[in-house]
């Protein structure tokens, strides 16, 4: 899954700066609405992060049945910590 991909997809352009309010809580809707239906581990994980980065993630006890997936969705949320100086 590559992210301008993503934002395409469910925004409708890979510019974040252009997504108007009512759009982003669309889309968001949309990706929701998609990672409960998806099936493929890799595909719900990289769907979680873009979720994640929208502060828009369920919580981890709910959105993996995997302790793997949920530590590497931990791992995630670390990384993006240290990213943003947290």
């Keep these: 899954m590559d992210f301008d991909d993503q934002l395409r997809r469910y925004f409708g352009t890979e510019d974040l700066t252009t997504i108007a309010p009512t759009t ?7 990706m929701k609405v998609d990672f409960g239906m998806e099936k ?3 595909r719900k994980f990289a769907l979680w992060t873009l979720m994640y980065m929208f502060g828009a993630a369920p919580d981890l006890d709910v959105a993996f049945k995997s302790e793997e997936d949920r530590e590497a969705a931990r791992d995630f949320m670390d ?8």
Aim: net charge negative.
């Design 24 to 30: 982003l809580e669309v889309g968001i809707d949309r």
């Design 40 to 42: 493929d581990r890799s």
């Design 79 to 86: 990384m993006m910590a240290k990213a943003a100086g947290e």
